[in-house]
């Protein structure tokens, strides 16, 4: 800092002055930094601590729902699945006098998912309605196709064994998932996420005792009266049973093949969400399923010599078929948002929740009582969930988790690879 001097005005000497130095001769002076005004300590002390403590509990906060938005998302869609199953199953017992196939439900099902999923998309004005982008029409043809094959082996599964039978085998997909992911999306696979898994598929055998397993005839449970196990719910006079009627063993094993084929397909209609990623809106994934979903199983019923379209008959059927139409509408519009935000096998693994929501229904339904390898499976399933929510995502899986799309374009081949560019 250099020093000019100044003329008091009164004729005395001059009086030095300090002058900021400039790298120019005529540059203009930088004018005096004010000092900051000093705060009381006592502010700060009485403050600082509260203040301290609610922007880390918010911050806490934020984090775990940063975490597990999209466990919530995959939790509150298997709520809706378990509710949509159970409908399923009550319109498909062979004791109904107007018994539905399994592919009525799926047209009834992705007829209306398909009206509603449209009018939505319209009324939001969605990009790239109907088709969604160009970039990825094959994956999303593929998304829909495998879609349908999983959802057809589900209810025919529905048809010829026990509900808890059926939702066994449909606890495959978190596996089938995870491996198709870590091969086909480089995916990290933790051991705390193979474990939770491991654990939770305990839980569910313990739950299920499949026969196909244990042996037998399946899970034993009754209900608290001691009598034959028999429905409470009666579907416009007449009344269902629990299993309601015994299947041949070739009709059982087909149903067990179909809905062990039927898993591959639901994992790799998931994997293939995770694919496309934020490059098309969800809805428009769903749209897809729910069409062509819609289209195959109306050209099967058209072919097959041995089925054709029919109406409800009662209320209850009607109320029965909107039930499975809106919840799974719900089902596939937060599993997909949820598949979109988490790792498909930390996402998939809480769809083992499915299970414990099928034996409250069951309970409510068909007045059936748990056993005590039930109880024993359903807290290992929720503990292994609340484990798998508390588990902290490493710094550098957020990156991998929103570049997937872009580092996988190469399994897409050159021609889609040249389209994104």
Known sequence: M??????????????????????????????????????STDSTDGEGAPRHWTEKF???????????????????????????????????????????????IIFVRMLATTILGMLYMWYKG???????????????????????????????SLSYLEISDATAISFLVPTWT???????????????????????????L??????????????????????????AFIVDGIQGGVPVAPPSSSQRTIAVLLSILGTFAAATSYSTIRVIGKRAHSLISVNYFATLATVGSALIIAIHPDLHFKLPKGTTQWVLLAVIGVAGFLLQFLLTEGLQREKGGRATNMTYFQMVLALIIERVIWGTTPAVLSLVGSVLIISAAIWLSLQKSKPNEVKERTAVVDEETSLLGPGRQQSEA
């Open 206 to 231: 313990l739950i299920a005792r499949p026969a196909f397993l244990f042996g037998g005839t399946g899970p034993v449970t009754t209900p608290d009266d001691g009598n034959v196990t028999t429905t």
């Open 178 to 204: 995870a491996i198709l992911c870590y091969i086909w999306l480089r995916e990290p696979y933790r051991v705390q996420e193979a474990s939770a898994g491991l654990i939770s598929l305990v839980g569910v």
């Open 2 to 39: 250099s020093y000019g001097t100044k003329d008091n005005g009164r004729g005395g000497s001059p009086v030095a002055e300090p002058v900021a130095s400039s790298s120019t001769a005529d540059g203009p002076a930088s004018p005096p930094t004010a000092s900051p005004p000093t705060e």
């Open 126 to 156: 969605i990009p790239n309605f109907p088709l969604g982008p160009r970039n990825v029409f094959g994956l999303l043809v593929m998304r829909g196709t495998s879609g349908f094959i999983g959802l057809f082996g589900l209810y025919y």
């Open 58 to 104: 918010r911050q806490n906060l934020h984090g775990f729902y940063e975490r597990n938005f999209g466990l919530f998302l995959v939790f509150s869609a298997q709520t809706f699945g378990s509710v949509m199953n159970t409908a399923a199953k009550l319109l498909t017992s062979s004791d109904s006098s107007n018994q539905f196939h399994a592919l009525h």
